[in-house]
């Protein structure tokens, strides 16, 4: 039956009542906090496009961890800006890359605090793009394939150095399954993968390439991002991380 004998007004009646049957709460353990992490020491600067973050030196960002594991926040992602660029990204997967040095500063004074990383090239690359160009490329087109091993080595790298989450964002196809593949070769079987499932080609991306100084040189995002339109591509890409091997995705 229908009304009268159902009225979902009875559950709105009160805020004790709405409390009750609430069906999505935000909570300070549901949180993760982006941190830009720049070479240098006692580096501490506002980063201009994206008030309230700053790009933090190393012994920075391990301040800054042991404030946020005091509030309660669980867990950091880590995003880097390495002293010299590259045509392959190879700040990226050094062994004493930026993000490597401050995964494991941060594991060391804080060793109950989730640390993440971000496993793409774009940071790291002297043309901004999130992946491998041609030699001698003037359009900004990723060579795929080639790009995969250099994420897989990425996101070992980032393991070795003691991130409990590696996090692709990067948009290349069949990305997670080539990093579920390196990890579990090299012994990293519990580092989880989160997966940035859809992630759009959109213009509110302009602070943080500011802020991770990734903006492409040639071209655009367009040929590996989604299409802002695409709904239905977004639940494909979701499905395939998926069945790669993604534990986690974001949207």
Do not use: W
């Amino acid at each position: 039956m229908a009304f009268p004998m159902h009225r979902p007004r009875r559950l709105r009646r009160t805020e004790p009542l709405r409390r009750l049957v609430r069906e999505t709460r935000l909570a300070v353990d549901q949180l993760v906090y982006p941190l830009f992490v720049v070479p240098g020491q006692g580096v501490r600067t506002p980063i201009s496009s994206m008030p309230g973050c700053f790009h933090l030196s190393v012994d920075r960002a391990v301040e800054e961890c042991r404030a946020v594991a005091g509030l309660g926040i669980p867990g950091v992602l880590l995003f880097g800006l390495p002293e010299q660029k590259d045509a392959e990204g190879t700040g990226a997967y050094a062994a004493d890359g930026i993000v490597q040095r401050a995964v494991a500063a941060i594991k060391q004074a804080v060793p109950d605090l989730m640390v993440m990383a971000d496993t793409c090239l774009c940071e790291y690359t002297s043309h901004g793009h999130c992946g491998v160009l041609a030699v001698g490329d003037a359009t900004g087109h990723v060579q795929n394939d080639l790009t995969l091993d250099l994420l897989a080595r990425t996101a070992v790298s980032q393991a070795a150095a003691g991130a409990d989450v590696v996090a692709p964002s990067d948009m290349m196809d069949g990305r997670v399954g080539a990093i579920r593949q390196a990890l579990d070769e090299h012994g990293f079987e519990d580092v989880a993968i989160l997966s940035y499932a859809a992630k759009y080609a959109s213009a509110f991306y302009g602070p943080f390439r500011e802020a991770a100084d990734s903006a492409p040189q040639v071209g655009d995002r367009r040929t590996y991002q989604l299409d802002p339109p695409n709904v239905r591509e977004a639940l494909r890409e979701m499905a395939l991380d998926l069945a790669e091997g993604a534990d986690m995705l974001m949207v």
